[in-house]
């Protein structure tokens, strides 16, 4: 192997390891969201390269960085449409399961909060969208992403209190709440308005998706909680699938970290009001 053969592998390895830690923070791993996002990054560097070489990192030719190219938006290309298969839980446990017992996409979080359970759900309600780091920044962003040129979220709105932009709340006990929204989340246009959890259970519009969240409080024994959070997406049609795969393998990392940056806002409160 000559010298830029092995500058290259370098600069893959340093790009392959950053790109794992970067996605390992945001939350749990996802395969084709991470092909998706080191895919591109890779064909960013191609691409300038085949503009002007820069041998540093061990691409010395136009060629060369047109391979890398064209090789990354193949990858990220056959990433986007790597198909979803739908997972069924095995029994139903929480209320989520109720709602949505099978679902083609989720991701889930937590937290370990050094208070009971009950000062948890005392301030679950009161943390409010300004709270929680640069979301606001990230939202609007992907708003702008699906044509929602205005929709501007507030910093002051409460995430948990009522429907609103979140859904509609489908359960609420004394240390679990589950919300729902039905519609095309990748558009400008927005989903119908529920108004009941019947009508999400019975949603079934073609070309759609139906989304549950839940946040859930458990006793983690000696003082602390266990403060989890889950998110599901069901297609109600394989176009609709096709279509989420693509937008949500995209946006998994924003979302991810949105939801950290929750749970983290609502350990803060938990924490500073005992």
């Known amino acids: 192997m000559g010298l830029n053969g092995k500058r ?37 560097v191609g691409a300038v390269c085949v503009v002007k070489p820069v041998r540093f990192v061990g691409i010395g030719k136009r060629r060369v960085g047109a391979v ?36 083609h996409f989720n991701e889930r979080h937590a937290v370990l909060v050094h208070v009971p359970p009950e000062r948890v759900t005392a301030v679950w309600k009161k943390v409010t969208l300004g709270e929680l780091g640069y979301t606001e920044q990230l939202l609007r962003l992907r708003a702008i992403a699906s044509g929602r040129f205005h929709s501007r979220p507030r910093s002051s709105n409460r995430l948990l ?20 929204m039905v519609g095309t989340p990748w558009s400008a246009t927005p989903g119908p308005l529920l108004k009941t959890p019947e009508e999400f259970v019975q949603f079934r519009a073609p070309g759609s998706v139906k989304i549950a969240y839940d946040m859930r409080v458990e006793d983690a024994g000696n003082g602390w909680s266990r403060l989890t959070s ?42 500073g009001s005992s």
Do not use: K, N
Not at 240 to 264: D, F, H, K, N, Q
């Open 161 to 180: 209190s009522g429907a609103g932009r979140l859904g509609i709340r489908l359960r609420e006990g004394e240390r679990e709440i589950v919300a729902g």
């Open 68 to 103: 890398i190219m064209l090789g990354s938006a193949a990858a990220v290309a056959a990433a986007l449409l790597w198909p979803s298969p739908a997972i069924r839980i095995p029994r139903r446990q929480t209320s989520i399961d109720e709602f949505v017992p099978e679902y």
């Open 230 to 271: 889950e998110t599901r997406v069901v297609a109600t049609d394989d176009s609709a699938r096709r279509i989420m795969a693509c937008y949500w393998r995209v946006i998994y990392p924003g979302s991810s970290i949105i939801r950290r940056w929750w749970l983290e806002a609502i350990q803060r409160r938990a924490e």
């Open 8 to 44: 290259l592998l370098a600069f893959a390895t340093v790009l392959a390891v950053v790109g794992f830690l970067i996605f390992r923070a945001c939350g749990p791993l996802q395969g084709a969201s991470v092909v998706v996002w080191t895919g591109v990054v890779a064909a960013f």
